[in-house]
């Protein structure tokens, strides 16, 4: 029985007791003139409607109760539908950019565990995780918009190459920014480049003006970036990556989330990196982030 209910019974109960043992037995009782037949008649016939009065207000709580879990479990199945609605957007755009470019979801699926590991690491709550989580498999789709002689090229890219590939924050914002529950990852998408020092793109933001979610997700980015290949170059270690943004910490990334990287540890990333690569994608990586789970 629900505990409300049983308390408004009680409460319910006990008044009924006293304003009955009042006017209909006290009073009666003090009576000379009335016989005991007629006493126990009249009592009798007052404890029945006091009684049925009861039983009229439980059945009325109970129906009440009843229709709210009715329209509970309604709105539950409505937010499983719309939550798959959610994931299957989700998955539309993220494909459509692995099959433009098939590195991208591996890389994003990567990004995705180093941020919320950093994330978590940092304090941050379930919310900002699934942002982050949104952003990182989002956070390339303004690619889609790049030509594929630069996109897909093989060899280092010219320096009107390379201008073409930085509008790709841009591009991946006006995308993501169309769709009403993405809002806040559209605005990782669109800074997740910037850097501390204010020499990054598109916006040129510096230090604390840069939300803490892009500056983590720089950091997740990059180093997911340098641990692997590239047709320039080959891939470095993990331990060789974290060095390099410790030693870039200040200037291109945020100390703090810097810090949240090196607590993290080598092992740790490479946990990360691994489950990546066995699983596909980032659901089986952190017990209780659902990334697709948009509503509550």
């Not at 009684?51 to 439980?58: D, S, Y």
């Not at 970036?225 to 270690?237: C, I, K, L, Q, V």
Request: overall charge neutral; aromatic content about 10%; some cysteine.
């Amino acid at each position: 029985m629900n505990k409300k209910l049983l308390i408004f019974e009680l409460v319910l109960i006990c008044l009924t007791f006293l304003f009955g043992s009042y006017f209909f037995y006290w009073e009666i009782l003090l009576r000379k003139d009335i016989s005991n037949q007629e006493y126990f008649i009249y009592f009798a016939l007052i404890t029945s409607v006091l009684t049925l009065i009861i039983l009229f207000f439980r059945h009325n709580v109970l129906n009440l109760n009843k229709e709210i879990q009715e329209k509970n479990d309604l709105q539950k199945q409505y937010i499983q539908k719309l939550n798959k609605t959610y994931e299957g957007t989700l998955k539309a755009l993220a494909y459509a950019l692995d099959y433009r470019d098939h590195e991208t979801w591996g890389h994003s699926a990567r990004v995705v565990g180093y941020a919320t590991a950093i994330a978590e690491k940092m304090g941050l709550g379930q919310e900002e995780l699934q942002k982050l989580a949104w952003a990182g498999f989002l956070h390339d789709i303004g690619k889609i918009g790049v030509p594929d002689s630069i996109l897909l090229k093989k060899t280092k890219l010219q320096p009107q190459e390379w201008e073409a590939i930085k509008r790709h924050p841009e591009l991946g914002y006006e995308i993501v920014k169309q769709i009403d529950f993405l809002e806040s990852a559209a605005h990782i998408i669109l800074l997740h480049h910037e850097h501390y020092d204010g020499s990054g793109y598109p916006l040129g933001l510096k230090s604390e003006k840069i939300p803490l979610a892009a500056r983590i997700f720089a950091v997740a980015d990059a180093l997911d970036a340098m641990t692997s290949n590239r047709p320039y170059r080959p891939a470095h270690s993990m331990e060789e990556a974290v060095n390099e943004v410790l030693r870039l910490s200040g200037k291109q990334f945020c100390p703090e989330c810097a810090k949240a990287l090196i607590a993290l540890g080598i092992k740790n990333l490479h946990q990360i990196e691994l489950r990546v690569k066995d699983h596909g994608d980032v659901k089986m990586l952190r017990r209780g982030l659902e990334p697709w789970q948009v509503v509550n």
